[in-house]
T-cell receptor, first 111, second 114 residues
Framework: KQEVTQIPAALSVPEGENLVLNCSFT??????LQWFRQDPGKGLTSLLL?????REQTSGRLNASLDKSSGRSTLYIAASQPGDSATYLC??????????FGSGTQLTVLP | DAGVIQSPRHEVTEMGQEVTLRCKPI?????LFWYRQTMMRGLELLIY????????DSGMPEDRFSAKMPNASFSTLKIQPSEPRDSAVYFC????????????FGNGTRLTVT
């Protein structure tokens, strides 16, 4: 059974810092990995999807990497802003289309 | 596109009552998922459909839970009878076939059973 772990559970940084969020998964037989953002009281918003054939994917100040062999992914946020404060979740698909989610990292960017 | 639409946004009901949650997926998406989120257990998959057919309902906690998808643009999740431990945020999400298709979530229904 796939298990997804995210470290740290919570992170607080001053505005402008670069930061890295970590995600690890136990079964490396995945075809993609997704990073989501969740704001309080809202649903999840897909940020980046990395195919298993890719090593990284970029969108604006966000860069996600994937190392299938080691079962790890990182989400790098450059020049963090208070508006980046949210919970960030990673998810990997199972044998079908269902996703298994990590428990998330709650990020607070202090002005 | 309006995104995935869920209703109601909030539902407060008494134990023993029937609760029906509704979802309209994004047009053209052929997969629909129902998730439940709690502080203790995080996001749990309850059931998912492909082309309106239930594929995996192993996450449905009990017979009190049922889900239907009568057509490509509508799905319901019903709890009967509801219990306080069912209190959670219920999310609907949809996506299309293909490994490059992200999952799109609705804003959820916050259910409180007293």
């Amino acid at each position: 059974k796939q298990e997804v772990t995210q470290i740290p559970a919570a992170l607080s940084v001053p505005e402008g810092e670069n930061l890295v969020l970590n995600c690890s998964f136990t079964d490396s037989a995945i075809y993609n990995l997704q990073w989501f953002r969740q704001d309080p009281g809202k649903g999840l918003t897909s940020l980046l999807l990395i195919q298993s054939s890719q090593r990284e994917q970029t969108s604006g100040r966000l860069n996600a990497s994937l190392d299938k062999s080691s079962g790890r992914s990182t989400l790098y946020i450059a020049a963090s802003q208070p508006g980046d404060s949210a919970t960030y979740l990673c998810a990997v698909p199972g044998s079908a289309r269902q996703l298994t989610f990590g428990s998330g990292t709650q990020l607070t960017v202090l002005p | 596109d309006a995104g995935v639409i869920q209703s109601p946004r909030h539902e407060v009901t008494e134990m023993g009552q029937e609760v029906t949650l509704r979802c309209k997926p994004i047009s053209g998406h052929d997969y629909l998922f129902w998730y439940r989120q709690t502080m203790m257990r995080g996001l749990e998959l309850l059931i998912y459909f492909n082309n309106n057919v239930p594929i995996d309902d192993s996450g449905m906690p009990e017979d009190r839970f049922s889900a239907k998808m009568p057509n490509a643009s509508f799905s319901t999740l019903k709890i009967q009878p509801s219990e306080p431990r069912d209190s959670a945020v219920y999310f609907c999400a949809s996506t299309r076939q293909g490994s490059n298709s992200p999952l799109h979530f609705g804003n959820g229904t916050r259910l409180t059973v007293t």
